[in-house]
């Protein structure tokens, strides 16, 4: 029989809290997996009319799952403070609840552009130690501000056609089914290992005229096809979900890139470093992959801000620095 989450936590952690907190992250998952399968049954579909500090419009899914995750997980004990995609600010555990060791940044609900038309999306999130927690000191967003690599545990949750958990905890990359009859976690995936060649690439093509000529180069070259310079036939996906690209390239390889482009020059990329980027490289550098900017590798970046952006490019080591390579040039 497979293992469950809890007795694979009990297995793999000596620290409580952070079973507690991972726990529960995960049953508050299952909720959200709840309502996302309902749909148009309990009229959650459909946006607000209010939008986040990124200038996106909030889907009601959006506010909804924060909502249960923050309300999920607050009076646990296990944490000091979270920060998450839709709240322009950090939220300190409040002084009615214990508060705990960790810190904990989310997207509620990543690829919001996939609800309405049930295509997956997940939830992502990134467990970073309170640095101060010793010192009952009032956390600050300063707090957060720590690079990739200090990243304790990270994952998703993915709501598709299965819903599945893909954590790490610093020692490879699991993965988990939810039995949706008994609300019980099973290790499905005992190690994800991405292929370090690919064939195959993720990318929003529809943005090529204005990305830097030499990601346009690569892409080009990927389209020549086998008698191009990379020699291969190369095929597509863009699932725009970076839970579901994500999945997709730790089971298959790939290569999945959302570059810098000239819209809004000012900004660094779309993703954001500290809920997406940090988290999803976590996961595909403990299963094998890379992942990086185009300038330095994503886990090194020393974060400014909490709802930062950065460009990425992740997946298959080996076609990570052949994209690499382009981008010296
Ligand atoms: O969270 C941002 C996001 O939805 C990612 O999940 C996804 O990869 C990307 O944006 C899709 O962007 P676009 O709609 O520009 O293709
Ligand atoms: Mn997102």
Redesign the pocket.
């Known amino acids: 029989m497979n293992l469950t989450l809890s007795q694979y936590l009990h297995q793999h952690t000596n620290d409580p809290s952070l079973k507690e907190l991972l726990q529960q992250l995960c049953h508050t998952c299952t909720m959200i997996a709840h309502a996302v399968s309902k749909g148009a049954l309990s009229g959650v579909l459909g946006s607000t009319t209010h939008e986040n500090v990124q200038g996106e419009v909030q889907k009601k899914l959006d506010v909804i799952s924060n909502q249960m995750l923050l309300e999920g997980l607050e009076w646990t004990g296990t944490l000091s403070g979270m920060a998450s995609?839709e709240m322009d600010e950090i939220y300190p555990i409040s002084s009615s609840y214990q508060k705990g060791p960790y810190l904990l940044l989310f997207?509620p609900l990543?690829?919001?552009?996939?609800i309405d038309v049930n295509v997956s999306i997940g939830t992502i999130f990134s467990i970073l130690k309170a640095p101060h927690h010793a010192d009952h000191q009032a956390i600050t967003e300063k707090d957060f501000l720590q690079k990739g690599r200090e990243q304790i545990a990270a994952g998703y949750v993915i709501y598709g056609p299965q819903t599945m958990l893909v954590m790490t905890l610093g020692k490879g990359v699991v993965g988990f089914t939810l039995d949706r009859d008994t609300a019980t976690w099973y290790l499905t995936v005992p190690e994800f290992k991405i292929p370090s060649t690919t064939k195959e690439f993720a990318i929003?093509m529809?943005?090529m005229r204005h990305w830097e000529p030499n990601m346009r180069a690569y892409i080009e070259d990927c389209l020549a096809g086998e008698t191009g310079p990379l020699k291969k036939n190369y095929n597509m996906r863009?699932?725009?979900?970076?839970?579901?690209?994500v999945h997709r390239i730790l089971n298959r390889g790939g290569v999945?890139a959302?570059p810098w482009d000239a819209r809004e020059p000012g900004k660094a990329g779309?993703?954001?470093l500290m809920y997406?980027a940090n988290p999803m490289s976590f996961l595909v550098e403990q299963a094998g992959g890379k992942s990086i900017t185009g300038k330095e590798n994503i886990l090194d970046i020393e974060p400014e801000k909490i709802h930062q952006r950065v460009p990425v490019i992740l997946g298959s080591a080996q076609e990570v620095d052949c994209i690499q390579e382009y981008l010296n040039r």
């Open positions: 995609e997207d990543d690829g919001s552009s996939n929003n529809s943005n863009w699932i725009a979900a970076m839970v579901t690209d999945f959302y779309k993703l954001r997406e």
